[in-house]
């Protein structure tokens, strides 16, 4: 009898570097907030996002955006890594890329601060400066022109609409929440950027338990100094948004977040950044609603790059 031999495609340089750096993704602790007033049956946790390679939440989508698009075959040796971002994501692809030798390509708002440009620099991210007035939207519409006129030079990953943004805290941010509560979570609360974190951990707690109640944030205001954040009534919607994930809808203000950061430095030793305090602003106004429940909620990232605020608040 005639046996088949299975030839195997080898396995691009790629594909063998893109897992490097799984151990240092995510698994990020869970911290209880100890010290802000809150009831004996009410517990505040929030995970410590900058504590993960890169420095921030999105570590866990950038990663994963890479990874499938290696895995797809859309991401090369030699092609570009394209994106608009002006923090956190662009400065994960940065990290990242250089650690797999994966090019990087970002368009960002020319207001974007002076530290994170100085980072992308150090980190040698090819970078286009869009106007300040644009803004994000602006940074997009040109990163889409960028690959449009060449293609083939770039894979652009289009956070904004790139589904593996999601399932990258579907699969690990709201598993590592079930398993660090022991399956006891009762609200989670969480900002809106590209809306990646609140969909995929909102969507995946849902599946575990209906009953999670998902409560996402937004700003109060367009010139809102919330970074990372998306007024969705004036910005343009992400496409992997999906309004039927929150179950209520919240808004914070730039100076509530700022009090809150104040509070978190000198009653809880956390030096955050604006949207983590925003986060921990919304949570302990649903902590002080509540009679008994576990809020979970994450600290994007932490106050080291938000000197202009730092400068002002703890003068
Ligand atoms: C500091 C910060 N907070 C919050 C977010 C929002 O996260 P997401 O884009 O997953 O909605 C981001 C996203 O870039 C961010 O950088």
């Not at 100076?255 to 604006?274: D, F, N, R, V, Y």
């Amino acid at each position: 009898m005639k046996t088949l031999d299975i030839i195997s495609q080898p396995e691009s340089p790629l594909t063998k570097k893109s897992t490097k750096l799984d151990s240092f993704v995510g698994n990020t602790p869970l911290y209880p907030i100890q010290n802000l007033d809150i009831k004996e049956d009410v517990k505040v946790f929030a995970k410590l996002e900058w504590q993960q390679f890169g420095g921030s939440v999105k570590t866990r989508a950038a990663y994963r955006i890479i990874q499938d698009a290696i895995e797809r075959g859309e991401l090369t040796e030699g092609k570009h890594l394209l994106d608009a971002s002006s923090g956190n994501t662009g400065i994960a692809y940065a990290h990242i890329g250089a650690a797999l030798g994966i090019p990087v390509t970002l368009c960002l708002p020319e207001n974007a601060s002076e530290e994170r440009k100085q980072i992308l620099r150090s980190l040698d991210v090819n970078l286009k400066l869009t106007s300040r007035a644009g803004g994000t939207d602006e940074a997009q519409e040109v990163a889409k022109e960028i690959y449009e006129q060449n293609p083939s030079q770039y894979y652009y990953a289009d956070q904004y609409s790139n589904p593996s943004n999601w399932k990258a805290h579907y699969d690990t941010t709201g598993p590592e929440i079930l398993d660090q509560t022991n399956y006891d979570v009762t609200h989670f609360i969480a900002g809106l950027g590209t809306t990646g974190t609140f969909t995929g951990t909102g969507r995946f707690l849902k599946t575990y338990k209906q009953e999670i109640e998902l409560i996402a944030l937004q700003p109060d205001i367009a010139m809102h100094g919330l970074e990372g954040w998306k007024h969705l009534e004036t910005a343009h919607t992400p496409a992997i948004f999906d309004d039927s994930v929150a179950d209520v809808m919240q808004t914070v203000s730039t100076e509530e977040a700022h009090e809150t950061m104040k509070l978190a430095a000198q009653k809880e030793g956390l030096l955050i950044s604006p949207s983590s305090a925003a986060n921990l602003a919304g949570a302990l106004r649903l902590a002080r609603q509540l009679e008994e429940g576990t809020i979970v909620t994450l600290f994007p990232d932490d106050s080291s790059k938000y000197g202009e605020v730092t400068n002002q608040l703890f003068k």
